[in-house]
């Protein structure tokens, strides 16, 4: 078990523990020295979303990192999957994402990526976590060893090229109107002149970030003022990022939302007709549709599941020689291209697949009927729920009622105190039922 780290990275309410300046100043330290390996000079990328309390967490890590002696380049506002890249095209030995992903302004919190490029490991994490509670001062660099921090110049142009360059050198975008809401995120800059100079007519939104707004009705988690928009604007296609871009979620010219599994299945099944797709299918969690199972099936592709995060996604990838996956909330992992979930890569791709195909998104898009799925959240203040009697016996009668046409996942969140019920079936009434008798007893044990 971690104390710190849950399924993607360190995460909390803002100034408030874990999240408060004192931990990430020791983050930092730790971190750092966990990295620090030969006598080459270490340096350290940091990027951030546009959360107020980014500016506090950002120079106690700057403080953190230099005090053992690690060089630190500032990015500014990146999204998440541009700090994995810059990691890896700096040559850095550690880089930092200051992030709550799709969570509101209130929360933040520290996602790491090796020199690949790639999430950290459990183990290294617990590594991490080890030096946290240390005391490190034996350990701090000499005067004359202290590391530099500067801001690094030209890096969104660097990601917004490296997004571009995902495409055919001879794809354009021309002739497709296309509404980008960046949900007042890390993206709000990238995304709009990357969809412009590919070509297309852009309209966006959620670009005026105010370190509140981040993830307030916009972005992929509240799709509704992009799907008014789409149809205002009579767009071709709305794109949802969440805070941090790493995660996509799509609206069709009708203003209907497309999710993660969709997506999947547009880029597998494209990929598969061009043998472009690696491995004997995709991967995805537990969370994903039936229906999309199933409809790899049907052209032949295997739909292999870990637990959530998308970095458990990865991992299997790497291990199984896999170069799609990701989840049904729209982090879609294109290895081809990137380390990490990347929403506008991943957007890129379906946009890629429009044009291609020369027939509207909805067409595109809806490769599959989804299963009926139901997903309650049920949120508790300690303890841990899922361990008692009542709420275990719950679980095997409502496996018991779904039998072998249904699933069901329960488990409790990596990123908030949340229980999340999820069951799916053909029978949408029993799936339901099944899903609001489970909820009922955690909340009643929760209480």
């Not at 921090?149 to 354009?172: N, V």
């Not at 409502?398 to 990596?414: K, N, P, T, Y």
Request: hydrophobic share 40%; glycine share 10%.
């Amino acid at each position: 078990m971690r104390k710190f780290f849950g399924t993607d990275g360190i995460r909390g309410q803002a100034n408030s523990y874990p999240m408060t300046a004192e931990m990430a100043l020791k983050v930092g330290m730790a971190a750092g020295l966990a990295f620090k390996n030969g006598g080459h000079r270490h340096r350290v990328v940091i990027g951030k979303d546009t959360r107020l309390s980014g500016y506090m967490l950002e120079y106690a890590m700057v403080a953190g990192f230099t005090s053992v002696g690690m060089d630190v380049f500032l990015l500014g506002p990146m999204p998440t999957p541009a700090v994995a890249m810059l990691t890896r095209s700096l040559r850095t030995d550690l880089g930092v994402m200051i992030s709550a992903s799709h969570n509101a302004f209130h929360d933040n919190g520290i996602k790491f990526f090796g020199p690949d490029g790639f999430k950290l490991s459990d183990d290294i994490e617990r590594q991490i976590e080890d030096l946290i509670e240390t005391d490190l001062t034996s350990r701090l660099a000499g005067t004359r060893d202290l590391g530099r921090a500067k801001r690094i110049d030209g890096a969104q142009q660097r990601y917004i090229e490296f997004a571009k360059r995902t495409l055919p050198r001879e794809m354009s975008l021309e002739g497709l109107r296309v509404v980008i809401d960046c949900a007042n995120g890390a993206a709000y800059k990238v995304a709009p002149e990357a969809l412009w100079e590919l070509g297309a007519d852009v309209i966006s939104m959620g670009v005026t970030p105010d370190g509140f707004n981040i993830n307030k009705e916009c972005g992929s988690t509240s799709t509704h003022a992009l799907s008014r928009k789409v149809h205002e604007v009579r767009a071709d296609i709305g794109i949802a990022l969440d805070g941090d871009a790493d995660r996509v979620i799509i609206v069709d010219e009708n203003g209907r939302q497309v999710d993660g599994d969709q997506l999947m299945a547009v880029v597998a099944q494209s990929w598969h007709a061009n043998d472009r797709l690696s491995g004997s299918g995709i991967v995805a969690t537990v969370m994903s549709n039936l229906g999309l199972e199933r409809y790899l099936g049907s052209i032949g592709l295997d739909l292999a599941r870990t637990k959530v995060g998308d970095r458990y996604v990865v991992e299997h990838m790497r291990a199984n020689g896999f170069n799609v996956g990701g989840e049904q909330s729209g982090h879609i992992v294109l290895s081809d291209f990137a380390t990490t979930g990347d929403g506008l890569i991943a957007a890129l791709q379906v946009l890629a697949c429009v044009k291609d195909q020369d027939r509207p998104v909805s067409e595109v898009c809806r490769r599959f009927e989804p299963v009926p799925q139901i997903l309650k959240n049920v949120r508790y203040s300690s303890g841990k729920p899922l361990e008692q009697d009542q709420v275990k016996s719950a679980i095997e009668e409502g496996e018991a009622r779904l039998g072998a046409a249904g699933r069901l996942v329960i488990r409790a969140s990596g990123t908030e105190p949340l229980i999340r019920v999820m069951a799916e079936g053909d029978d949408a009434d029993l799936v339901n039922e099944v899903v609001d008798d489970i909820a009922g007893v955690v909340a009643s044990v929760a209480a």
